[in-house]
T-cell receptor, first 116, second 116 residues
């Protein structure tokens, strides 16, 4: 079974600093997709960034980038120039199963707090 | 383009009752997945529907069921509610396929269910 591990239950960062949220995964499938979602206190899961296992380059999306180290099975999220609105829960997830399967396995999440 | 919508947003039920939650996917999305989020268990996959067929199912008892209509809208039903069913139920939709466009699931705001 595939597994996602997020080892940081909580993180506190000063506004405008960069922050790295850790995620390691375990799978025997050669093809997989990795995702990061943000969940504010309202509850909605907001998609941030995607990395495919065959993608040659690290994914980037605005202030978000994914540090993908395939050999180490890690997919850390980097948020540059953090803002107060970045305070939320962040979840790393992996698509489980064959390509096209739409089942996501989630980590336990990291609660990020941005201090002014 | 409108996002994923879920109704109702909040629900209070008593043990033994049944409940039906509704989800309308993003226009053009044909896959709908359901997840349960609790403080203790985190985010867990319930099931996924595509073209009115259940393609994947998580490890939940038979009290949890769902269906998808021809317009891709989906409902999930929980019968004989238990206290432990209190959770945030999230619905997500995707195009269905591979890569960023096909795999990425977009979530609705969720339905908060409280079972008394």
């Amino acid at each position: 079974a595939q597994k996602i591990t997020q080892t940081q239950p909580g993180m506190f960062v000063q506004e405008k600093e960069a922050v790295t949220l850790d995620c390691t995964y375990d799978t025997s499938d050669p093809s997989y997709g990795l995702f990061w979602y943000k969940q504010p206190s309202s509850g909605e899961m907001i998609f941030l960034i995607y990395q495919g296992s065959y993608d040659q380059q690290n994914a980037t999306e605005g202030r978000y980038s994914l540090n993908f180290q395939k050999a180490r099975k890690s997919a850390n999220l980097v948020i540059s120039a953090s803002q107060l609105g970045d305070s939320a829960m962040y979840f790393c997830a992996m698509r489980e199963g064959s390509q096209g399967a739409q089942k996501l396995v989630f980590g336990q999440g990291t609660r990020l707090t941005i201090n002014p | 383009k409108a996002g994923v919508t879920q109704t109702p947003r909040y629900l209070i039920k008593t043990r033994g009752q049944q409940v039906t939650l509704s989800c309308s996917p993003i226009s053009g999305h044909r896959s709908v997945s359901w997840y349960q989020q609790t403080p203790g268990q985190g985010l867990q996959f319930l099931f996924e529907y595509f073209s009115e067929t259940q393609r994947n199912k998580g490890n939940f008892p038979g009290r949890f069921s769902g269906r998808q209509f021809s317009n891709s809208r989906s409902e999930m039903n929980v019968s004989t509610l238990e206290l432990g069913d209190s959770a945030l139920y999230l619905c997500a939709s995707s195009y269905f396929g591979t890569g960023l466009m096909g795999e990425t699931q977009y979530f609705g705001p969720g339905t908060r269910l409280l079972v008394l």
